[in-house]
């Protein structure tokens, strides 16, 4: 089993920063992956991006650029650095573990 905690979401205007981290906790062993999704109003949860225990990262084309995902194994802490935000960037942020564990999510909401 695997718990997620997500924190730093919350209100920022249009061409702000935010940074969001992932707490694990529970059986993380061995090469795994880590990703971060969002879940708009209405809208189907689509991947924002993803590292591996390796470091390999991949980006959603409408985050690259702006976007920075990271990792402290050490930790068990993801993080997602988001600079240049926009309104349609706003929505509720998810923590994924290996595709199997979500964590409740935290809301980003970015003002024009």
């Known amino acids: 089993q695997v718990q997620l905690v997500e924190s730093g979401g919350g209100l920022v205007q249009a061409g702000g920063s935010l940074r969001l981290s992932c707490a694990a906790s529970g059986t993380i062993t061995g090469i795994n992956i880590m990703g971060w999704y969002r879940q708009a109003p209405g809208k189907q949860r689509d991947l924002v991006a993803s590292i591996t225990s390796g470091g390999t990262t991949t980006y959603a084309d409408s985050v690259k650029g702006r976007f920075t995902i990271s990792r402290d194994n050490a930790k068990n802490t993801m993080y997602l650095q988001m600079n240049s935000l926009k309104p349609e960037d706003t929505a509720v942020y998810y923590c994924?573990?290996?595709?199997?564990?979500w964590g409740k999510g935290t809301l980003v909401t970015v003002s024009s």
């Open positions: 994924n573990f290996n595709w199997a564990y």
